[in-house]
């Protein structure tokens, strides 16, 4: 069939969508909603403007958006996070980590939309994971994988599902696809992939690692209260963190390269490590580590007491509550700098440019030693911390530095909370690191007040938190709703917030700033009598560059002073023209949990599904899932589970328009004659190769890649009339042509913002676009064959779950098996393995290219001229060496 000019039109108009969108330069949303106007806009010859609205009606799309709804309520009570919290328990490996994270996610993403799962899943598995000691990034893309994986067992596990389901029963209204018709093949396909993830976990999934500069060089001090002290250094668990590790340590002034493993770690040591600088931080907090700046280094002979360390080093916290540094920079080397041949130490950072140097990243063929004795290279990468003397539009700095990036602020930390903890609250008998409260971002423990009066500082991590102990905590506005929602911990005004009077379902956070000629100026929070006032209870105070103290209602307030309020959800409105207030603002997600409608929330849920579950069991239908959702979310909104205003929020409008577009969109391509000649297209390949199978792997193969390029929902729905016509001439059932669109909708692993929730991991997880294509990939490669066997072998699925099944059991238990063998098996297997992780890991990859560039490089220049030098890349080298003649004189 010839397309004629209305084909041409709609061709060339979604291939211009395509790019656009593929480019991220215009939201789906947008860019589908204008698509579909456009295309309504010749008279009808392309779509009618009935059928193109009649996508924003479609069942399928009302169910998705109303299933907001149930998930918002049941979030809202705390339940989910309960469950998970006793679910995941303890674990000490990435691979039980894994497993004790993914499979639940994968179940509770089979019932509930996969986008709300990883959000209340998110602050969650932080938490855990440093409770856990695992590094959060090995668990963050493994839980967006998992809510995929999940999503696509049941019909109404993700909005990708649900579209299709209102678009097959819009086509066919004989077929009827239920609730577990996916399952036969959406089970088998996420164990499989479940277990591709734990086996390769090693050597794909990126460490605690950062979008910044690696494998840096950087000094800390172990503190006095530090729990390495009198510790071997095999014993400390320094070497197991990864992208951590001990290169040197100075003591009483001597340096020392070679560590020897049955070495004793006393206070005071320095200890020269390499790796990513929040790793670095995180291994810090957890064992008691200050960060040394270049300034804090000290000169040979020096030998260090306690009380001669500075306040920066003596605690984790200055007097900016916060971190040991204000702002951090970081900044490339110029080639034309001044400073290139010459050692840190050499050059006056504070005078010339108002800097501190911090770290300073590792290459140019140097060994390791002290940060001071480093001979700078041109495009060496620095990390600064910043003085107020810092100015960045100055010609010296220009001149010497580019690629400027502010990577890290230290003031940032705006409020400290004091939290009581509860009698049966699960952090007590454990330390502060234990309970998961240290290496959580933008949250900092400064101290502990004792039951009895006394007080533990930050810095003794030994303590065990008592019941009714008062943990005082400086953390910024986006971990206040975390703590906020904290099992077991109370906040020390919580008796002032509840005498206010407003419903736990109307109460949250507020930010609101002093006015300068305000009422508030001078006068004490009790003075003020602010909750008679106000209605309202100050939680916290902020305070630009000071330490306020800790006891809010003794504070006396000034002019620009931020208020931590919680009140009722109207107060900010009420409030905005009064004087006594600048900037009132919401804290977003800051309501505290429903913990009393907790059991109401999960039986409504659970309700629900039932309703589907006994529906498909008996091949009918007693209640349809759109008003089965619409229903129960109006049982949480009178029981109390969440308000009117949460319910409104948690609809994802742009979804909704993004999907409404696409039907319209896919409806045009069907009638324009495009979609006929895709389908003859992918027909072709199935009568070629042989067979229905075939037919539907190419279906699931091109809608996967549309997945990578669009959205998923956008993608199955442009795919589906495509489907739906190469399925009718290969006489493939509607079930079997729904489920391979269902599968590769779904498939969007590589690009982090082809799916949500492979957004929201990444910037949770500060991931880089490699670090999701490294994995996404070859999981992508390994998912396709996957589907490829189960769509080829669809009717043999029971032979193919109990494969799957005793396939999965084995990868589970493989650890265990293994730590059967000999030690000196097991040792030398993981000794190969890590040798095998780093060798295809890219970034050792490209050191080790490197090294052999610049090796043949230099063989090259001493074969032509042995008595010549190349300056810039033999400056560094030379700098460095006579610097160690130096300091071995």
Not at 12 to 30: E, H, K, N, Q, R
Not at 498 to 514: E, F
Not at 550 to 578: A, F, M, N, Y
Request: glycine share 8%; net charge neutral; aromatic share 8%.
């Amino acid at each position: 069939m010839a397309l004629g000019w209305p084909g041409w039109v709609c061709v060339f108009s979604v291939a211009t969508a395509f790019i656009l969108m593929a480019f991220d330069w215009v939201g789906p949303d947008l860019c589908f909603s204008i698509l579909l106007a456009w295309l309504t806009a010749f008279d009808g010859e392309i779509i009618s403007l009935s059928r193109a609205a009649a996508g924003y009606g479609n069942t399928g799309l009302l169910t998705v958006i109303f299933l907001y709804w149930v998930a918002e309520g049941v979030t809202q009570t705390g339940g989910l996070e309960q469950v998970m919290n006793y679910v995941l328990g303890r674990s000490r490996s990435v691979h039980w980590a894994l497993v004790r994270s993914m499979l639940p996610v994968m179940f509770l993403s089979a019932f509930l939309n996969n986008t709300p799962c990883v959000t209340f899943m998110i602050p969650i598995l932080m938490s855990w994971a440093r409770r856990c000691s695992v590094p959060p990034k090995k668990l963050l893309i493994p839980l967006s994988y998992a809510a995929v994986l999940g999503g696509t067992c049941t019909s109404i596990g993700t909005s990708t599902n649900l579209v299709i389901v209102g678009m097959q029963d819009n086509r066919y209204k004989d077929y009827k696809f239920g609730m577990f018709d996916i399952s036969p093949y959406g089970i088998p396909y996420a164990l499989w992939g479940f277990c591709f993830l734990l086996l390769v976990q090693r050597f794909l999934l990126p460490g605690n690692s950062s979008r910044y500069a690696k494998d840096l060089l950087l000094a800390v001090r172990v503190l006095p209260n530090s729990p390495l002290v009198k510790k071997k250094m095999q014993e400390s668990g320094l070497r197991k963190q990864q992208g951590f590790s001990v290169v040197a340590i100075s003591r009483g002034g001597g340096f020392d390269k070679h560590i020897d493993p049955e070495a004793v770690i006393e206070a005071n040591d320095i200890l020269y490590v390499a790796g990513e600088l929040d790793v670095v931080e995180f291994v810090g907090e957890e064992h008691g580590l200050g960060l040394v700046t270049q300034e804090m280094e000290r000169t040979e002979g020096d030998t260090p007491s306690a009380s001669s360390l500075s306040d920066a080093e003596a605690s984790a916290f200055t007097e900016n509550s916060a971190s040991p540094y204000k702002k951090l920079i970081q900044v490339h080397v110029a080639k034309t700098a001044d400073l290139v041949g010459r050692t840190v130490r050499e050059i006056q950072w504070q005078g010339r440019f108002g800097l501190i140097p911090i770290a300073i990243q590792r290459g140019n063929g140097r060994e390791d030693g002290r940060l001071s004795d480093v001979a700078l290279a041109a495009s060496d990468v620095l990390i600064f911390d910043t003085t107020p003397y810092f100015d960045e539009n100055r010609e010296e700095f220009k001149a010497n530095f580019d690629k400027v990036r502010y990577i890290k602020d230290g003031a940032a930390k705006e409020f400290i909370i004091g939290v009581k903890v509860k009698k049966q609250s699960e952090v007590v008998n454990k330390t502060v690191s234990a309970a998961g409260l240290r290496g959580i971002p933008g949250l900092f423990v400064l101290s502990v007040d004792k039951a009895d009066g006394s007080s533990v500082d930050s810095s003794d991590y030994l303590y065990k938190i008592q019941p009714d102990d008062t943990v005082w905590i400086a953390a910024d506005v986006a971990a206040v709703g975390f703590l906020s929602k904290f099992p077991g911990l109370e906040l020390v005004q919580q008796e002032q917030v509840d005498k206010t009077g407003t419903s736990i379902l109307y109460r949250h956070l507020v930010q609101a700033a002093v006015g300068h000629k305000g009422p508030l100026v001078g006068k004490t929070v009790r003075d003020c009598r602010f909750r008679s006032s106000y209605n309202a209870a100050v939680v916290a105070v902020h305070r630009e560059g000071v330490r306020v103290p800790l006891k809010v209602q003794d504070i006396v307030l000034q002019g620009g002073d931020v208020l931590l309020i919680s009140c009722h959800t109207k107060w900010p409105e009420e409030h905005r023209h009064d004087k006594a207030f600048v900037l009132v603002q919401a804290v977003p997600d800051s309501s505290p949990p429903k913990r009393s409608r907790m059991i109401i929330g999960v039986l409504l849920v659970v309700g629900m599904v039932l309703t589907q579950i006994v529906g498909g069991l008996k091949d009918r239908e007693y209640i349809n899932l759109w008003p089965a959702s619409v229903l129960t979310a109006a049982l949480m909104l009178i029981t109390g589970c969440m308000n009117g205003d949460q319910a409104r929020a948690a609809i994802m409008w742009d979804v909704y328009l993004t999907i409404a577009a696409a039907f319209g969109v896919s409806a045009a391509l069907e009638k324009t004659g495009v979609a006929q000649k895709v389908a003859n297209a992918i027909i072709s390949i199935g009568q070629s190769v042989g067979g229905t199978g075939p037919t539907l792997v190419a279906i699931y193969i091109a809608t996967a890649v549309m997945s990578e390029l669009l959205t998923n929902n956008a993608a199955g729905a442009i795919m589906y009339p495509i489907a739906a016509i190469s399925g009718e001439a290969m006489g493939i059932s509607p079930r079997d042509t729904s489920v391979a669109i269902m599968l590769g909708a779904s498939a969007g692993f590589i690009n982090p913002f082809s799916y949500q929730c492979n957004l929201m991991v990444y910037a949770a997880g500060n991931y880089s676009v490699r670090e999701f294509a490294i994995i996404g990939a070859p999981f992508q490669v390994w998912l396709m064959i996957v589907a490829s066997f189960i769509l080829i072998y669809r009717d043999s699925w029971q032979q193919v779950w109990i494969v799957s099944w005793c396939v999965t059991g084995a990868v589970i238990l493989l650890p265990a098996l293994f730590s059967l063998l000999p030690a000196r098996i097991t040792l030398a297997v993981e000794a190969w393995m890590d040798s095998v992780a780093d060798a295809i890991r890219p970034r050792s990859m490209m050191k080790r290219r490197r090294t052999m560039r610049r090796a043949n490089s230099q063989a090259g220049a001493l074969d032509g001229d042995r008595d010549s030098g190349s300056g810039d890349d033999r400056a560094p080298r030379v700098g460095f060496q006579m610097a160690e003649r130096s300091n071995r004189a």
